[in-house]
């Protein structure tokens, strides 16, 4: 089958089309064939080799965390799922390819689009469970970096469902759109911890960091100098910081079938920028890697 691969870790030019074994399902499994595929900043990482606790056992590998598609291939032991159904999922063997393996999946609405779809586990896996790790309730002040990002955007909108005031950390150029999700945006850079306590006159309950760049130790001063309730996702100095950082690894179908509902009754929002042939995956990369997507960069195959 068609499928993008890379024998060597480096840059984008490592990612070229390729002809690769066609996968079956196995036990627990269902084979999809993928109609869009999400790209993620991890894929990058991953990529160049910045990232061995998630990278690939052997090279050649398939890059590619989660899409959308038809499932064609039922495997032993699943239920709930026919062949032809549309689903979301995380990949088993690579999301950037024809057909992809998935033990953790959820029904796509009928009134979702595909790009929508595609966008979605991700983002929303990974906000619900740092919203679940931070504990944070109606009644108090959650700070997010990286607020107008994908995962960023989406905590926005999962925390104020909850009740919780958010202060979002973005450009100027984003400030509207963190405003029409409920967010208060703050501009990030020189001064920020002034900026925030501004408009968080009863302090910052806890700090939710996706976009893992230089946000940590402000974090820390918002906190009153506490590493409590400061989670990152990006960052890998909360190691040696003693600050959390959240990593995946849970299932998460049934959550994932509920938030792509609200998805596709307009309750939840996902920037998508825009989308790639299969071919052009290091196209994609490119832009992934400069930090310029505005959105949720797709690959279709």
Do not use: C
Request: charged letters at 20%; a negative charge; aromatic letters at 6%.
């Amino acid at each position: 089958m068609k499928a993008i691969s890379y024998a060597e870790y480096g840059g984008p030019e490592v990612l070229r089309p390729a002809e690769v074994t066609e996968p079956h399902a196995g036990p627990g499994q269902v084979r999809v064939k993928i109609v869009a595929a999400a790209v993620n900043p991890i894929d990058f990482k991953i990529r160049r080799g910045w990232a061995p606790q998630m990278g690939p056992a052997t090279l050649p590998s398939v890059p590619g965390l989660e899409g959308a598609g038809i499932v064609d291939e039922v495997g032993p032991g699943v239920t709930g799922v026919s062949i032809g159904d549309e689903v979301m999922v995380w990949t088993d063997t690579g999301s950037y390819a024809e057909y992809a393996l998935a033990s953790d999946f959820a029904l796509k609405p009928a009134g979702l689009d595909w790009e929508t779809a595609a966008a979605l586990p991700v983002a929303v896996e990974t906000s619900d469970r740092v919203l679940g790790e931070l504990a944070v309730g109606r009644g108090e002040t959650l700070l997010i970096h990286g607020a107008a990002g994908v995962v960023g955007s989406v905590g926005v909108q999962i925390a104020v469902a909850r009740g919780v005031t958010v202060i979002g950390t973005a450009s100027e150029a984003n400030h509207d759109f963190l405003r029409s999700l409920g967010a208060v945006p703050v501009a990030y850079g020189d001064g920020l911890a002034d900026r925030v306590r501004t408009v968080a006159r009863h302090g910052i309950d806890a700090v939710y960091d996706a976009a893992g760049i230089d946000a940590l130790d402000v974090s820390v001063e918002l906190r009153g100098g506490t590493t409590d309730r400061i989670v990152t996702v990006n960052d890998a100095r909360a190691f040696e910081m003693g600050i959390t950082f959240s990593i995946g690894g849970r299932r998460f179908g049934p959550q994932l079938a509920d938030y792509a509902r609200q998805a596709a009754e307009g309750r939840l929002r996902v920037r998508v920028d825009r989308g790639f042939p299969l071919v052009d995956a290091a196209g994609a990369h490119e832009l992934i890697e400069s930090g310029h997507a505005r959105g949720k960069v797709l690959l279709r195959p």
